[in-house]
């Protein structure tokens, strides 16, 4: 009868996007739990400066341990926690521990220059993102040149309010970062003006240098129009040889990817670089 069968009725007519939805609501619930419960972790990669091989800093990314499900990518519960307004006590916790990782770094006699960490256009509209980030820096009496914001386009089509908060979290010497370019709407010249002091091509393009002309044509374009614009270059996903002679031929400023580095636990960061420890303190790869 109908009572028995209930359930698996109810599944089999389910369309598929109402059954998307009740996952959603299930990931948030367990969102919401693993912000205060400690199941996010953060993980570094380096960024490497291209002409030196000197450590610039190191980018933090979330990760999510889910107690019955395992390990949740960033893609899938960013934009959740962005729904759900989570993101804000997540972003704090992120702001806060990278912090103090980099504080934790310099008591076992380790400089890294600088922690990049990734905020949300919500972050830019729900808080004061600029009083948050110096809270976090002076909880660890870190200067403001101690950690960079990587937003995204969304972040700066959010309006005025949304440019004014970066403009003031650039003023008070923080430095900002437009992520992932290239794979938007804003074309280099629309850059001018904005409160952007560093600009990464995104991967999809660093991965076709190998490939083609085109893909070389673009990552030499947007090179050239930022060095004009007078804004550094990072190069993001460079996996291999090809891509990074051919950035640093072209003049790009800072490189990261998994050919110098993986994202990787704090701890295991720590090993990196007590390997490429130099005399003088600072952190360098042969380049
Ligand atoms: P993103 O900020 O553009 O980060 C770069 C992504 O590329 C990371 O993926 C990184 O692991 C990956 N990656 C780096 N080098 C290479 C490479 O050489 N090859 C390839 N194939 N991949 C590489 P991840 O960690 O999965 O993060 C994905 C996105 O999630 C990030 O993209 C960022 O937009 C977002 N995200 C991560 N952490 C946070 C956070 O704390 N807050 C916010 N708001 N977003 C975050
Ligand atoms: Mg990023
Ligand atoms: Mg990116
Ligand atoms: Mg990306």
């Avoid at 990669?45 to 019955?68: F, I, M, N, T, Y």
């Avoid at 890294?112 to 949300?120: A, E, K, L, T």
């Avoid at 409160?195 to 893909?215: N, V």
Wanted: hydrophobic share 45%; aromatic share 8%; with cysteine.
């Amino acid at each position: 009868d109908a009572k028995q069968h209930g359930k698996n009725t109810y599944r089999f007519f389910c369309p598929d996007a109402a059954l998307a939805s009740l996952k959603q609501l299930e990931l948030r619930d367990d969102l919401h739990r693993a912000i205060y419960q400690k199941q996010l972790r953060l993980v570094y990669q380096p960024q490497v400066d291209a002409r030196s091989g000197r450590l610039a800093g190191c980018e933090a990314l979330v990760r999510w341990k889910h107690p019955e499900k395992g390990w949740i990518p960033p893609n899938v519960f960013i934009p959740i926690a962005e729904q759900a307004g989570l993101i804000v006590p997540l972003g704090r916790w992120v702001m806060l521990e990278a912090c103090r990782q980099i504080t934790l770094w310099q008591s076992m006699g380790y400089e890294v220059p600088r922690v990049s960490v990734n905020v949300s256009f919500v972050q830019l509209l729900r808080e004061d993102l600029h009083q948050v980030l110096l809270s976090c820096l002076a909880a660890n009496q870190l200067g403001p040149d101690r950690i960079s914001v990587e937003v995204t386009e969304s972040c700066i089509m959010q309006g005025v309010d949304a440019i004014d908060q970066l403009k003031r979290i650039q003023k008070s010497g923080i430095r900002v970062a437009l992520d992932d370019f290239g794979t938007g709407y804003s074309s280099l010249s629309a850059l001018k003006g904005l409160p952007i002091d560093e600009l990464k091509i995104d991967r999809s393009f660093i991965s076709e240098i190998a490939e083609g002309d085109d893909a070389r044509a673009i990552v030499a374009a947007i090179i050239a129009m930022a060095q004009r614009l007078g804004v550094e270059v990072v190069a993001e996903g460079v996996e291999n040889e090809v891509e990074l002679n051919y950035l640093r031929e072209r003049g790009a400023d800072i490189i990261q990817g998994y050919f110098f580095g993986r994202p990787v636990p704090g701890s295991e960061f720590t090993g990196w670089l007590a390997d490429t420890a130099s005399h003088a303190g600072e952190h360098a790869v042969a380049i």
